[in-house]
């Protein structure tokens, strides 16, 4: 298997969110991407955490002057979970 490898030094700091996350969102069950940087992508990661809570996992490759992750796509979306709390009101 072939893994798609997106280096975000090339693409304007701007854009590079919205590169990552429609490579995510395009992953089917099981299926990864490479992503390198020039610096650790910590805050990528809490935003994973907090958005795709287990929808992915996270594999360090190198951690040096380059930075390279394994993003994976290991369970898909829950249409039903628009990832707020229920309050407990409705008993629902």
Sequence with gaps: M???VIDVRS???IER???IFKAF???QLNECFE???DHDLKPL???FESEKRN???WDYLEKSDLFRVKIGR???PDPEDSGESCCGMCKG
């Design 45 to 47: 990661l809490r935003y």
């Design 35 to 37: 992503l390198v940087n």
């Design 17 to 19: 969110y919205e590169v």
């Design 55 to 57: 929808e992915f996992s």
């Design 25 to 27: 969102d395009d992953l």
């Design 74 to 76: 290991i369970a898909m």
């Design 2 to 4: 072939r893994i798609n």
């Design 11 to 13: 693409i304007e700091p």
